[in-house]
């Protein structure tokens, strides 16, 4: 597969509206029984999508999902209202999505939010009005047996991801890009991003402790999770590969952590 060769200095692809995008999916988490929250008002609206297992299920897994993070990333929020709409899920699984954490940088397709703020550097020292939101929404939630961001890179030759998996839980990360490498170019360079990376999989060696700006998945693995993955689709390539690559990627994650799902839908081309 060929690359678009429209990135130059960012991504030059397509929008998205966000509203649209938002809107429906709440049409379709209310017509599949979640939950739904606002937990930031428009137009910086955020929304925290619940769906709750049944009351029959004793221990059930705990997912999080969030995306929409950079506004200059429209397949994640694609991505997570496809799995809305799809509404395939383990039985049993207990899932929380925030569809879209920065929807004032969709609508001006930047990566920061309307005040210039970078939004996955704000997990450590939050001011961006967004994030306060959101942490406050997250310190009410129990903690999660699985942490999946969904991002993508402008500048990327492939697919790939990043692990944080400080007690070396069995990982889903190799199972996640041999099932993306089926119809998406992954990433194989030995450096992504300044990372050590082998196959289109980055396992930081850090401390977010000593780190001074918190992406998301730093505040994830230290307050609600021992198992984080940000999923990054290389977004100079077309729009509804980027989207089946988050997808099947999220797919993959979730059939390791409860075992398998309904029939995937591959191919699906939904932008
Ligand atoms: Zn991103």
Redesign the pocket.
Known sequence: MQRLGTNIKGYSGETINIDAVQHDCVAAAQAHGWSIEAIHPAPRLILALTRHAPRTTQHAPRLYISTG??G??PA?PLAARLLLQENVWPPGLEIRMCPCLNPTGFALNR?ENRDGLDL?RQYLAPQAEETLAHIAWLKRQPPFDLCLCL???WEAHGFYLYELNPDRLPSPAEAMIARVATFCPIDRSEMIESWPAKNGIIRPDLDPRNRPQWPEAFFLITHKTRLSY?L?APSDFPLAVRVAALVSAVRTALEALSGPTAAPRPGHSET
């Open positions: 993070i950079h200059d990333e994640g990566r996955n991002h993508e890179d940000t990054e």
